[in-house]
C-alpha cells in the first residue's frame, strides 16, 4: 500500500444547473478558487460537465495553460433534465441511464475536451453515479482513473476489472453546506478533526470540495486553512493523473 504524504485537492464544477445564484455561478468560483491554487503553488484537478466546456470554451482555451491545474470529465449535463433521471433511476435502478445513454454522453463529453485542446483522463461521474457500463465504456475511451468511491480515512487505489483505477475520497464531502446553515460549522469542525488525524497518521488524503461550495462556507477561508494546513506538515499536492507516476499502485 502507498505510504506518502500526498494531498489530492478535487472539485466538480457544472454549468448552469438552475437560476439558484450558487448554481448558475459555479465556474466563477471556480476561476477565484484557481487564484488561491496558483498564489500557494500547489496542484488541483476539477471535474467539469461537457457542457460547461461548450459554454466557455474561448475561458478553458486560456486555463489549460496553468501546468499545475488539470481538468477531467464530469458527464456531459449532470443527469439533466431531472425527469429523465428519476425514470432511469425507477425504470433501471441507474440515475446515469441505460448503456447506449452513458455511451452518448461520454463520448460528447470527450468530444468538447478534444474542441478545447485537452485531454480526458481522469473522470468523476455526476453524483458519484457510476456503474460497470461506465467503467467499462470509460475504459474504452481511454481514461485512466476514476474516482467515485468514499471512504474516510481509508486511501484506497486499485485497479478493477475493466483495467480503470479507482481513487477514493477519503474526507468528507461538501454537499451538506448550504448558506448561512448553522450546521456549517459543525462541519468545519469535523473536517479539520479528520485532517488532522490524517495528517497525524500521515495518511494519503483524496479531498473532494466543490468551489462555490467554499465560497458559500465562508469565502474561500476554510479552503484556505486546509491548505495551509497540509503544507505545514510537508504534504505534496498532486493532480489526480500524476497518480500514474507511483510505482507501487496494487
Known amino acids: 500500500m ?27 468560483c471556480m476561476k477565484e478558487e484557481i487564484e488561491i491554487i496558483k498564489k500557494e503553488k500547489i496542484k488541483a484537478t476539477f471535474f467539469i460537465t461537457g457542457k460547461l ?13 496553468i501546468k499545475d491545474i488539470e481538468f477531467g470529465g464530469h458527464t ?12 432511469f433511476k425507477f425504470i433501471l435502478n441507474s440515475e446515469y441511464g441505460p448503456r447506449f445513454w452513458q455511451k452518448n454522453d461520454i463520448q460528447k463529453t470527450k468530444t468538447e475536451f ?12 455526476h453524483s458519484y453515479k457510476s456503474n460497470n457500463n461506465t467503467l467499462d465504456l470509460l475504459f474504452k475511451q481511454n481514461v485512466k482513473i476514476i474516482s467515485d468511491k468514499h471512504s474516510i480515512g481509508i486511501f484506497d487505489l486499485t485497479k478493477n476489472k475493466f483495467g480503470i483505477l479507482d481513487l477514493c475520497i477519503t474526507m468528507p464531502k461538501d454537499e451538506v453546506i448550504e448558506p448561512n446553515l448553522e450546521k456549517n460549522i459543525e462541519w468545519i469542525n469535523n473536517y479539520i ?5 490524517s495528517v497525524k497518521k500521515k495518511e494519503m488524503i483524496v479531498m473532494a470540495l466543490h468551489p462555490n461550495r467554499m465560497k458559500m462556507l ?28 507511483l510505482r507501487d499502485i496494487p
Open 193 to 197: 478533526k479528520l485532517l488532522n488525524e
Open 2 to 28: 502507498i505510504n506518502k504524504k500526498i494531498a489530492i485537492l478535487t472539485g466538480d464544477v457544472h454549468h448552469k444547473l438552475s437560476n439558484n445564484y450558487w448554481d448558475k455561478n459555479e465556474f466563477e
Open 53 to 65: 466546456l461548450n459554454e466557455k470554451q474561448k475561458e478553458f482555451l486560456q486555463l489549460k495553460e
Open 76 to 87: 456531459y449535463s449532470a443527469f439533466q433534465p431531472n425527469l429523465l433521471r428519476l425514470f
Open 218 to 245: 465562508d469565502n474561500f477561508e476554510t479552503f484556505k486553512k486546509i491548505i495551509k494546513l497540509l503544507k505545514k506538515n510537508n504534504y505534496q499536492f498532486f493532480k489526480v493523473s500524476d497518480i500514474l507516476n
Open 114 to 125: 478534444e474542441r478545447s485542446g485537452l485531454k480526458m483522463n481522469c473522470w468523476r461521474t
